[in-house]
């Protein structure tokens, strides 16, 4: 079935008893269960998986493991999938991607031929004049520079989030890896071992250490039986760390879970990347890496090719190329840029298996088939100075080319952790120091490349780590020495034609970024920026190395000096389904939970809270979100709002304090007085808001939204830190719990609770009162969110269950009715009172939300007073206003859009039905020039439906406030 499927034990992934038919390109073909979409068509002679991003060039396999973009393709509705990771299915349909016309014959493959009008950063240089020609270049460029196509109709499938504790955590499951945990799990440590493949390994399952490698097959069988045999010790497969955060914090994606992972220790045993050669036509299907022809034959039992030649920058090559010979491939020749091998055992090998060695010479460029469609053969030349061949060289016919001329350190989640990359010119050797606490490195990731140096350098990692751990250690080591050379100082040779690829992702040549630096971008950061070399899906896995060498040789640095680009999170692509997956949070529950649910109600999350969003059966839910709503604006309901924050600031400078983070004047604010409290950021931007109660000349009670109140406390510490005032700031929210007595007839039931003066003279709107109730001394404000008489009664938690009791009881001679977060919503938006988060977003100032009144203009400062005045101060592009439909209308949603003509305008961020006033009402973002009083609001509903809303005035309901300052 398979003519290049080699004989067992090749192929550790996939099962010849199961085979498995798909497609690519509307052609049937065949593969076993575990193979690659890649390896499973190379296994029938399609190198072929897709056409580069500018040159339309065909691109095959380059490094068998996912960290190249040659091998993206298209599956049906999900593009940029990796071939050479993504296993077949029975029936999957694949396409290669970024054609016109066919893979076979791309239409855009002219554009190669143009090179001479596409320099770097072109489109910088070229359309920029006339002002406003880039508006029509700009359709042009993406149309030809698209990759893959999203299906607007795929259903995305469930995802969600789970958190995991570990003691230690391992990152990379190859030999460093694996012995790490096992040494940290036989002391007593927890142990989560974590690695992007389905198989435990790493390297050991393809790599060649040595001429027999009888001692990695033996270790690798050993470590894989103890793991999975050690009860400590947990394995995620073919799962991917995908950035580090400080304190140890790793998200790790595996199928469509994301997991948050929190380890007391870390160990990164992540190994390192083999990296490309540059020469002419380096990118031709059949030029793979060594390590992606030994991972072909290993992983899949496909055989690579008929007749190969090996280019050696290191020892690697030679181990290559003897499993080649072993594995039926005829090598014609070893080029070897060195004048000779670092292990002279290593050559008598060659000359057993009768292979040509060329010492200190390089190949100078790679001859295509028709169409570049698969390399023909190279033409080798001898080495004269660095990057440099003679005149006259030999061609050789060959059908695969592998290249092991160097490794580079997989150095991104260590550099995200603060480590510093650098780089030895005279040995030509990346290394990585300056690690964070906790958090350690062992294997290849830490320059050791021989086995035995592997192994040590993993105890000596996990001694380190069990030290930090409190757990003893069996046997002490000393830290690893490794002196093998596996990088060549400049795998580079220069040719007049070009097409020397240093980024396969982006097309860009040797020239590219040599011109950058000429045009005066002489930092790497900066030819990453105009060039975009490193920016494609492999993210500089293969181009930091060179480009670092090349920028360094052109502006007569060293690479140690001009250093490599910065690594940034995630570290492979994750999906917006990954981030925004379903969260799996400890909630935490009210000192009235249990009364809820004996009273029937539907919990639903806020923040990390749970609380009852109606009362009554799911399937009554908008009866009774009405119901509830008309019990409180009629009679009296009560609802549980202990998840509030509440914040108490204490000491001389506690008004100063709130004056600084707060919007309003609280300097002035009378003792007994509660007020409005907002809180912008430094950009200017409503972040939160809640009531103050003044209780002292000292003491401030400040409440926050549930959600917000620990952004709150931690902006409340950062900004003191630096200011260093003289007051003490407490979190009590969970030290009180809290109801909201709301009606006509709200007072009467707070006088059969408390003798305090609750009279509209005593207690009037917006006072604060301290008071007994249930024996126990009690806050009350008289406030009004919900446009209504209300108080809100604050009692020590333990008091909660007790405090819910009495009012119900209290209540009952006046009808009574507990009352969820939907109908508080209800009730407030018909008072047009703002949810923050939900009626703001990131960018809303105070005046675009009708907060004006809420900011003090003549106080000097608060957080965010400069940034307010700035922004006020310019044209505003759009406002929050209030808007009605009828009731038999089709009902907008949260985030349905506000039109304005053809473009969208804004959104709509709170809208529903109002039993009070029989329509529909909402608040919208909309234009300034949407905002006039009875001017239409066009909105597009579900279903493309257009309704137009009318603009009035705020609030809906209540205009003059009798009812609530009764």
Same mark, same amino acid.
């Given at each position: 079935? @398979? ?54 060039? +065909? ?51 002219? *554009? ?12 910088? &240089? ?73 198989? $435990? ?24 039986? *103890? ?60 030029? $793979?890496?060594?390590?992606?022809? $030994? ?36 090598? !014609?020749?070893?080029?070897?840029? =060195? ?72 150095? *991104? ?54 030290? /930090? ?15 093998? *050379? ?42 990453? =920026? ?103 604006? /009629? ?41 409005? !409290?907002?809180?912008? %950021? ?35 510490? #950062? ?6 005032? @003289?007051?003490?700031?407490? @979190? ?7 109801? /909201? ?83 508080? &919503? ?29 900011? %003090?203009?003549? #106080? +000097?400062?608060?957080?965010?007073? =400069? ?95 009798? =009812?609530?300052?009764?």
């Amino acid at each position: 079935m @398979n003519s290049q499927r080699l004989a067992a034990p090749m192929g550790r992934l996939i099962d010849r008893d199961k085979p498995v038919s798909f497609s690519f390109e509307g052609r049937e073909y065949w593969g076993y269960q575990g193979d690659s979409i890649a390896s499973a068509l190379a296994a029938q002679q399609q190198w072929v998986l897709s056409r580069s991003f500018k040159y339309h060039r +065909p691109r095959g396999p380059l490094t068998m493991a996912g960290h190249d973009a040659n091998s993206l393709v298209q599956l049906r509705g999900e593009p940029n999938v990796l071939a050479d990771r993504r296993t077949i299915e029975p029936g999957l349909e694949v396409k290669g991607q970024n054609y016109v016309g066919s893979l076979k014959h791309d239409l855009d493959a002219l *554009q190669g031929y143009f090179g001479r009008f596409m320099p770097v950063g072109f489109y910088y &240089r070229a359309f920029y004049k006339p002002l406003g020609v880039w508006d029509s270049w700009e359709k042009f460029l993406r149309a030809k520079a698209g990759l893959g196509v999203i299906d607007l109709e795929h259903e995305p499938s469930y995802h969600d989030k789970a958190y995991l504790f570990y003691d230690l955590m391992v990152v990379g499951a190859g030999p460093a890896g694996m012995q790490a945990a096992l040494d940290a799990a036989q002391a007593g440590a927890q142990v989560l071992l974590v690695d992007e493949n389905p198989l $435990m390994g790493g390297s050991l399952n393809y790599h060649r250490f040595d001429i027999d490698n009888q001692a990695a097959e033996q270790l690798r069988a050993q470590l894989i039986e *103890q793991i999975e045999a050690h009860d400590n010790i947990n394995v995620l497969l073919q799962a991917t760390c995908s950035g580090y955060f400080r304190d140890n914090y790793l998200p790790v994606v595996k199928d469509n879970r994301l997991y948050k992972v929190r380890a007391k220790e870390c160990i990164m045993a992540v190994g390192s990347m083999e990296q490309h050669a540059v020469f002419h036509n380096n990118d031709l299907p059949g030029i $793979m890496l060594s390590s992606a022809a $030994m991972r072909l034959m290993s992983l899949y039992a496909v055989k690579p090719g008929e007749r190969a030649v090996v280019l050696a920058g290191n020892d690697d090559a030679y181990l290559t190329a003897l499993s080649l010979a072993e594995q039926g491939v005829e090598v !014609a020749a070893l080029v070897d840029m =060195r004048p000779a091998a670092q292990n002279a055992a290593l050559a008598e090998a060659m000359s057993a298996h009768g292979i040509e060695i060329l010492y200190h010479s390089a190949v100078y460029q790679a001859e295509a088939t028709f169409g570049h469609k698969h390399i023909k053969g190279v033409e080798v030349r001898p080495l004269i100075a660095e990057g440099q061949v003679g005149e006259k060289g030999q061609r050789i016919s060959c059908d695969l080319l592998c290249v092991a001329v160097g490794y580079m350190p997989s150095y *991104q989640l260590l550099c995200q952790a603060g480590g510093q990359l650098s780089y030895n010119d005279e040995r030509a050797s990346f290394h990585i120091t300056q690690l964070p606490e906790h958090l350690r490195m062992a294997g290849s990731v830490n320059s050791m490349h021989e086995l035995t140096s592997v192994l040590q350098d993993a105890h000596f990692a996990a001694q380190t780590a069990l030290g /930090n751990l409190g757990l003893e250690v069996a046997t002490p080591v000393m830290p690893a020495q490794c002196d093998q *050379q596996v990088n060549h100082p400049w795998p580079m040779v220069a040719h007049p034609r070009g097409k020397d690829f240093v980024d396969f992702d982006e097309d860009l040549q040797s020239k590219d970024i040599i011109n950058a630096t000429k045009l005066g971008y002489r930092d790497v950061q900066l030819v990453k =920026r105009f060039s975009t070399v490193g920016m494609g899906p492999s993210q500089g896995r293969h181009s930091a190395a060179p480009t670092a060498r090349l920028v360094a040789k052109a502006t007569d640095r060293s690479v140690q000096e001009t250093g490599v680009t910065t690594a940034r999170p995630p570290l492979a692509a994750e999906t917006l389904a990954h981030i925004g997956g379903r969260i799996f949070t400890p909630y935490k529950y009210s000192p009235m939970h249990n009364r809820h649910l004996e009273a029937g109600a539907k919990m639903m999350p806020a923040g990390v809270w749970q609380r009852p969003g109606h009362y009554g059966a799911p399937e009554q839910r908008q009866h009774r979100i009405q119901a509830e709503v008309n019990q409180v604006r /009629n009679g009296v309901g009560v609802i549980d709002v202990s998840t509030l924050g509440g914040i108490e600031l204490r000491g001389p400078d506690a008004a100063e304090m709130m004056e600084r983070i707060y919007t309003f004047g609280f300097k002035k604010q009378p003792i007994g007085k509660t007020r409005y !409290a907002v809180h912008t %950021n430094e950009h200017g931007v409503v972040i939160d808001d809640g009531v103050a109660c003044r209780i002292a000349d000292d003491y401030f009670y400040v409440t926050a939204t549930t959600s917000g109140v620990d952004r709150v406390y931690r902006a409340m510490l #950062k900004w003191n830190a630096m200011w260093r005032l @003289n007051v003490v700031i407490s @979190n009590v929210t969970e030290a009180y719990a809290a109801v /909201n007595v709301a009606g006509p007839k709200a007072r009467e039931v707070l006088a059969k609770l408390t003798d305090i003066d609750i009279s509209a003279e005593g207690f009037p709107y917006l006072a604060y009162r301290e008071g007994q109730l249930l024996g126990v001394e009690a806050r009350f404000m008289r406030v009004g969110f919900v446009g209504e008489l209300g108080y809100e009664i604050h009692l020590p938690a333990n008091y909660g269950q007790a405090l819910w009791d009495a009012v119900i009881e209290a209540g009952s001679e006046f009808g009574i009715q507990p009352f969820g977060v939907e109908a508080q &919503r209800l009730l407030r938006l018909e008072k047009g009172h703002i949810i923050v988060g939900q009626d703001t977003d990131g960018m809303s100032h105070p005046g675009e939300v009708h907060l004006d009144w809420a900011v %003090n203009r003549k #106080k +000097p400062f608060f957080v965010g007073r =400069r940034s307010v005045d700035i922004v006020q101060a310019q044209t505003q592009k759009r406002r929050l206003v209030a808007f009605t439909l009828a009731a038999k209308s089709a009902k907008p949603e949260e985030g349905h859009l506000v039109l304005a003509g053809p473009d969208i305008s804004g959104n709509v961020t709170s809208c529903e039905y109002s039993p009070t006033l029989d329509c529909i009402i909402g608040l919208a973002y909309a234009s300034v020039e949407q905002a006039a009083i009875g001017s239409d609001l066009p909105i597009r509903v579900d279903g493309g439906k257009l309704v137009t809303a009318k603009v009035v005035s705020l609030p809906f309901f209540d205009a003059d406030n009798s =009812r609530q300052e009764m």
